[in-house]
Structure formats: structure tokens, C-alpha cells
């Protein structure tokens, strides 16, 4: 099971919007809306920010947002804040029982 | 609060073995689900295998990677989950998180494992 396909990077000012893209097959979504993503910064444990595509957990802000079209997931940050500097990854149900996480993605605040 | 602590990492060599433990408390444990997930140095996430709860049979499931050499096991009364990890590798070196649930809630703060000669 390969790793969900992810860019390395992506970047922009405070206030601007973002979006993280992670592709993977048919397989690896899995015909299930059982798509995560996850914030980590350096040196801490990864914190759920998405769940199944677009729920936001508690405590989350609604500047985090989920989508998916097809084999592609999508994360967007709107209003992007010195604190949202961070590795972020997306994770998938891929049947059977198992998990496949994305490659990751540094985001950086300009 | 919902506390995850991971712990019995350290140096093994290639061939070696390890157990982790992973003490859970703040929640019900015995309803949740409880993954391994593991980071190599520098590198991303790495979904290594989970355990059930009672109500699915207690059965795990894992990475291939890992098949046939990681066992996760776990005890309800003491509120923990296990990781045996026998015919250990290079490749294995990785900080080595537990996290509930399908959507990996929650996290501990990891036990790093270094598998080299």
C-alpha cells in the first residue's frame, strides 16, 4: 500500500487560504468517506483537525475544512495564522481494515 | 482527561525483539479501538496495525509490512495495549505513537525504537 500522494509544500501570507491536496487510487479511498487529516508540529504528536472528509472535531477552528471529489481529498485553511505553521497529513480508510496515511505536507506562513 | 502514554522503546538489534505499551486513561478504554502508528526519522505517518474492542472480538489487523511480525494484544483490566515486535529491522526505527479509534483521535507522545547493529 503506497502512501497517499500529497505535495511537499505550500505556503502563503496571514489571512490567505491554502489548500492541501492528497490523491491516492480508487482503492485507497475505497469507495468510503473515511477521510482524516491531521496537524503536526515539530516535535508533538499528530492532532485530528478533519474526519470523515469535512467534520470538524471540538475545539477545532471552521478556518479548517475538508472536501473530496473522486480520488482527491482536500484540506483548506482560510485565514491562515502564524500557528497553523505545520505538518499536515491526510489518512484513509483503504478497506479491510487498514489505513493508509498521506506523505505530508509542510505548510508555511510567510 | 483523555491521557494516552506509550513506553518500552530503546536500542535492539536487527533480529531482536521489543515490547511497547501503551497505558490509556480519561475514557472508556474498553469501547475504543486502539492503533499503532509509527514515523521514521524526518520522514511522515506509517499506520502499523489495531487492535478491536470487545464488541468486535478483540481481532487485529495489520500493515503487510508488519504482518507476521508485530503482534498487538491488549488487557482491558489494566487499560493497556501491547505491540510485540519480534524479527525487528532497520526499517522499523521509528517513533512509535498509539491513537484511538477510526480517526485516530487521540494520540500519545510516542516511544522511539532504534533497530541497528
Known amino acids: 500500500q503506497s502512501a497517499l500522494t500529497q505535495p511537499r509544500s505550500v505556503s502563503g501570507s496571514p489571512g490567505q487560504s491554502v489548500t492541501i491536496s492528497c490523491t491516492g487510487t480508487?482503492?485507497?479511498?475505497?469507495?468510503?468517506?473515511?477521510v482524516s487529516w491531521y496537524q503536526q508540529h515539530p516535535g508533538k504528536a499528530p492532532k485530528l483537525m478533519i474526519y470523515d472528509v469535512s467534520k470538524r472535531p471540538s475545539g477545532v477552528p471552521d478556518r479548517f475544512s475538508g472536501s473530496k471529489s473522486g480520488n482527491t481529498a482536500s484540506l483548506t485553511i482560510s485565514g491562515l495564522q502564524a500557528e497553523d505553521e505545520a505538518d499536515y497529513y491526510c489518512c484513509s480508510y483503504a478497506g479491510r481494515y487498514t489505513y493508509v496515511f498521506g506523505s505530508g505536507t509542510e505548510v508555511t506562513v510567510l | 482527561e483523555v491521557q494516552l502514554v506509550e513506553s518500552g522503546g530503546g536500542l535492539v538489534k536487527p533480529g531482536g525483539s521489543l515490547r511497547l505499551s501503551c497505558a490509556a486513561s480519561g475514557f472508556t478504554f474498553s469501547d475504543a479501538w486502539v492503533s499503532w502508528v509509527r514515523q521514521a526519522p524526518g520522514k511522515g505517518l506509517e499506520w502499523v496495525g489495531h487492535i478491536k474492542n470487545k464488541a468486535a472480538g478483540w481481532t487485529t489487523d495489520y500493515a503487510a509490512p508488519v504482518k507476521g511480525r508485530f503482534t498487538i494484544s491488549r488487557d482491558d483490566s489494566k487499560n493497556t495495549v501491547y505491540l510485540q515486535m519480534n524479527s525487528l529491522k532497520t526499517e522499523d526505527t521509528a517513533l512509535y505513537y498509539c491513537a484511538t479509534n477510526h480517526n485516530f483521535d487521540y494520540w500519545g507522545q510516542g516511544t522511539l525504537v532504534t533497530v541497528s547493529s
Open positions: 480508487s482503492s485507497d479511498f475505497s469507495g468510503y468517506n473515511y
